[in-house]
Structures are given as C-alpha cells and as structure tokens.
Nanobody, 122 residues
Framework: QVQLVESGGGLVQPGGSLRLSCAAS????????MAWYRQAPGKERELVAE???????NYADSVKGRFTVSKDNAKNTLYLQMSSLKPEDTAVYYC????????????????WGQGTQVTVSS
C-alpha cells in the first residue's frame, strides 16, 4: 500500500513562483526514483522533471533553468520549485514514484498521485 499526495498548487501571476510537494506514505522499503509530470487540457501527459535512482536530475527543455527538482530520501518526499512561471505552465501536476516493496526485492512498480492544479494567469 502506497499513497502519494501532492500539495502546493494554486493560482499565481506570470513571473511568479510556486513550490510543489509530493509525500509518499505506506508500507514499502524505498522510493527508487520520483518524478513530476503535468497534463494540460487536450494535451498528452509529459515529463517535467525527475530524480533518478542514482540521484541525478533531468528536466524538460521547456522548464530547464526555471524549475528545480529535489528529493528528501529520509522523508520520501519530492519537491518542485517553480520560478518565472508562464501561462503555458498551467496544468495538473502529477507525482510518480518507483516503489521497491521490500529490501532485496527485485520487483518494483509505479505509483501515481492524484495531482495538483497549477494555474498561471493575470
């Protein structure tokens, strides 16, 4: 049983900033990797930023230089610091975690949160 809960979304003006959080809770050994996705109406869900199992970070070209992703391993929590926000950043932002159920397990699975709305408008 794993639950991912996103928070921090809301309405901001263009050029503003916002920080999203995603907390993983439940019965599991570790979050191998975590990532932020977003989906705007009528568009396909896209990868925004991720922290890999090795601790590396990757960003979509559209957000690179404006967004910063980080992970607190002790808290199994993922963050997304968003700055210089643009109207095209408006979307529902989803958190994904790659779950290792138990120590030594070779099995892993993906878990998704319910999403948090980010609206950038004046």
């Amino acid at each position: 049983q794993v639950q991912l809960v996103e928070s921090g979304g809301g309405l901001v003006q263009p050029g503003g900033s916002l920080r999203l959080s995603c907390a993983a809770s439940g019965n599991f050994f570790a979050t191998k990797a975590m990532a932020w996705y977003r989906q705007a109406p009528g568009k396909e869900r896209e990868l925004v930023a991720e922290v890999t199992s090795s601790g590396s970070t990757n960003y979509a070209d559209s957000v690179k230089g404006r967004f910063t992703v980080s992970k607190d391993n002790a808290k199994n929590t993922l963050y997304l610091q968003m700055s210089s926000l643009k109207p095209e950043d408006t979307a529902v932002y989803y958190c994904k975690a790659v779950i290792t159920p138990a120590k030594g397990s070779w099995f892993e699975y993906d878990s998704w949160g319910q999403g948090t709305q980010v609206t950038v408008s004046s």
